[in-house]
């Protein structure tokens, strides 16, 4: 069975040689803290390889942005704080060194999108004809149709798109003060996907579109069921349709925090499943897979669990794969990016007991042989969070 017949068949909930081999992408920030811990860089350079993770591609370069952006402009530094202007019209506060790397410490401080007249200006920096929005597609084709991967496609969802625009803050403003601003915010992004997106999907197969959205906080979603059911549910069936009808198996939302009042609106008349179902914000992934027996969940390892012991992380593992094997629909996988404090050796040793586990080994008994860990060289340094803050202030060196 090729790594695309394992991924299409696990989205419709059917039987499967093995559950494909899904860990969890390093952060920018986890890479360098793992070099310190005998990583090379050639084992970085080749990690899927070197894990043996199965990978998926995508159909070319794809730009949701605004086109042209607008001009970035520093106004102020002071210490490690930069306020500026970035590409999208936002001005915020950063870092300047960012204690981790690819997830930044920032600050929104005002954004484009405060009227109906400031939305008219930047949907001319939105017009999903603009030739620079997709690349290579064409070139693509083939490649992609005939790939034995999987081929996924990740787009912003109409929440992520509006509160970019607007913030998180102006965007639940506007739900009660200007409605009709953000139904045309979000019926205008509705158009833009499907214009951008609905002649290359009409040339290529795509098996998994992933719908950005993040709008849930640790217990509930950021706006209400009946909010999300009146500005989103009826576009989502829009765009749901629309994947459909270009073959798409499988449409996941990608958002974090706790999911169930967002699965009770949105599944399964707008989207397939889930990731990266966060277990730190009370998410249960064997619970809603009893309730919902035909979603799709990609994610739910506890990220936490993986900083301790290699007890604490095999019961963590064992449980999630436990879920799987009894309920189907299920990847397991780290519930978001893996980040710098998790060692790389207990990585490595969580990547071993998953591929025995899937691959026939005792679940209850097995011990990973840790091939992977003897291939590392000698740990010069852990990761020591309070460090990165005090380096990246300048308070010490690196």
Not at 47 to 69: A, D, L, R
Not at 155 to 175: A, H, I, N, S
Not at 378 to 383: G, N, T, V, Y
Request: with cysteine; proline share 7%; charged share 30%.
């Amino acid at each position: 069975m090729t790594s695309r017949e394992r991924f299409r068949r696990v989205f419709k909930h059917e039987k499967v040689d093995r559950i494909p081999y899904v860990f969890g992408a390093p952060r920018p920030s986890t890479f360098p803290a793992w070099r310190k811990q005998g990583l090379s860089k050639e084992q970085q350079e080749e990690w899927y390889k070197f894990v043996g993770e199965e990978e998926t591609i995508s159909i070319g370069i794809t730009n949701f942005s605004m086109i042209p952006p607008f001009e970035e402009k520093v106004i102020e530094e002071h210490g490690n704080l930069r306020v500026w202007i970035d590409r999208e019209g936002v001005k915020r506060m950063d870092a300047i060194n960012q204690p981790t790397p690819g997830f930044q410490t920032r600050r929104y401080l005002e954004f484009p999108v405060k009227t109906p007249t400031d939305f008219e200006k930047i949907k001319k920096r939105l017009d999903p004809h603009t030739p620079e929005r997709l690349k290579y597609w064409k070139n693509r084709i083939d490649i992609c149709n005939r790939s034995d991967k999987p081929v996924k496609l990740v787009v912003p969802g109409l929440f992520w798109r509006t509160r970019d625009l607007t913030g998180f803050e102006g965007l639940c403003k506007m739900f009660c003060d200007q409605p009709i601003l953000v139904h045309e915010m979000m019926e205008y992004w509705t158009y833009f996907l499907i214009e951008m997106l609905k002649e290359p999907l009409s040339h290529i197969k795509v098996d998994l579109v992933i719908i950005a959205e993040d709008m849930a906080y640790k217990t509930a979603s950021m706006i209400s069921p009946a909010a999300m059911r009146k500005f989103m549910l009826p576009r989502y069936k829009r765009l749901y349709s629309f994947f459909k009808g270009k073959k798409v198996d499988c449409v996941v939302m990608d958002t974090d925090g706790h999911i169930s009042q967002i699965l009770e609106v949105f599944h399964p008349i707008a989207i397939d499943g889930n990731y990266p179902l966060e277990i730190a914000a009370n998410n249960d992934s064997e619970e809603y897979l009893k309730k919902y027996p035909n979603l799709f969940i990609l994610g739910g390892i506890d990220k936490r669990e993986l900083r301790f012991s290699r007890r604490r992380l095999r019961t963590e593992v064992i449980r999630r794969y436990k879920t799987a094997m009894r309920y189907g629909g299920y990847i397991p996988r780290i519930d978001h990016g893996v980040p710098p404090d998790i060692p790389l050796r207990n990585f490595l040793y969580m990547i071993e007991l998953i591929k025995g586990i899937v691959n026939g080994e005792d679940i209850d008994t097995y011990e990973p042989p840790c091939l992977l860990e003897k291939k590392l060289g000698k740990i010069e340094e852990m990761f020591d969070p309070l460090k990165a803050i005090r380096i990246a202030h300048g308070e010490v060196s690196r």
